[in-house]
């Protein structure tokens, strides 16, 4: 699935059942004036029969609660801000990887003549971005997002996330574990860490590995 003006990307393994994997990408593209709109550079993981990276799920979308590159000494980045997709690439069997500049979320927001309010960035139609709006904070970001379900890993999901991020402080890479509910247990109670890895383990057995 996929839709460019908005920067949706779903790769899927097969479509048999519940045991299907499923990556979500969101690269905002698209500014979208309403509510529950991802922030750009997010994604989605299920597969297995069970959620592996879930995200913020209010309609305010806190990029704070995503799988993302935090950075926890330069608050005022326009965490609402658009993405750009540089390059999509697809395989028959349902792999492919997505690439996203987000600079725009990295920069800083000037304030309107009247210094109450940050300015508009995106014009309220036509998603035109407003080159004025945006201020240089010394930040760049981008981020690659790739899938292979061709089973070669040994694994029918491989996931690969890279980013490169330059200027700022200091950067908090993040994964966002399944929280706990109603008589299920959190998945932070289910991982373990060794070293440069992580393991989730779900009661049936399913595993996720993560390796930094």
């Given at each position: 699935?996929?839709?460019?003006?908005?920067?949706?990307?779903?790769?899927?393994?097969?479509?048999?059942?519940?045991?299907?994997?499923i990556?979500?990408?969101?690269?905002?593209?698209?500014?979208?004036?309403?509510?529950?709109?991802?922030?750009?550079?997010?994604f989605?993981?299920?597969?297995?029969?069970?959620?592996?990276?879930?995200?913020?799920?209010?309609?305010?979308?806190?990029?704070?609660?995503?799988?993302?590159?935090?950075?926890?000494?330069?608050?005022?980045?326009?965490?609402?801000a658009?993405?750009?997709?540089?390059?999509?690439?697809?395989?028959?069997?349902?792999?492919?990887?997505?690439?996203?500049?987000?600079?725009?979320?990295?920069?800083?927001?000037?304030?309107?003549?009247?210094?109450?309010?940050?300015?508009?960035?995106?014009?309220?139609?036509?998603?035109?971005?407003?080159?004025?709006?945006?201020?240089?904070?010394?930040?760049?970001?981008?981020?690659?997002?790739?899938?292979?379900?061709?089973?070669?890993?040994?694994?029918?999901?491989?996931?690969?996330?890279?980013?490169?991020i330059?200027?700022?402080?200091?950067?908090?890479?993040t994964?966002?574990?399944?929280?706990?509910?109603?008589?299920?247990?959190?998945?932070?109670?289910?991982?373990?860490?060794?070293?440069?890895?992580?393991?989730?383990?779900?009661?049936?057995?399913?595993?996720?590995?993560?390796?930094?």
């Amino acid at each position: 699935w996929r839709a460019d003006d908005f920067g949706f990307y779903g790769f899927r393994n097969r479509w048999r059942d519940g045991d299907d994997c499923i990556l979500q990408v969101f690269a905002k593209a698209h500014y979208i004036g309403g509510w529950n709109s991802g922030s750009a550079g997010t994604f989605r993981l299920v597969g297995l029969g069970h959620t592996w990276a879930t995200g913020s799920t209010d309609r305010n979308r806190h990029r704070w609660e995503e799988s993302v590159v935090q950075l926890p000494d330069d608050p005022e980045i326009n965490q609402t801000a658009c993405g750009r997709v540089t390059h999509v690439e697809t395989r028959p069997d349902g792999s492919g990887v997505v690439s996203i500049d987000y600079t725009d979320v990295y920069s800083g927001r000037k304030l309107r003549p009247d210094r109450r309010k940050g300015m508009r960035l995106y014009t309220r139609y036509g998603n035109i971005r407003r080159d004025e709006a945006f201020a240089d904070l010394g930040i760049t970001g981008m981020r690659s997002i790739g899938v292979d379900y061709s089973g070669r890993s040994g694994a029918p999901c491989l996931v690969a996330v890279v980013d490169r991020i330059q200027g700022g402080g200091r950067k908090v890479w993040t994964w966002q574990l399944l929280p706990g509910g109603k008589d299920m247990p959190s998945d932070v109670e289910r991982t373990t860490t060794e070293g440069s890895s992580f393991l989730v383990r779900k009661d049936d057995g399913a595993t996720l590995r993560g390796l930094f």
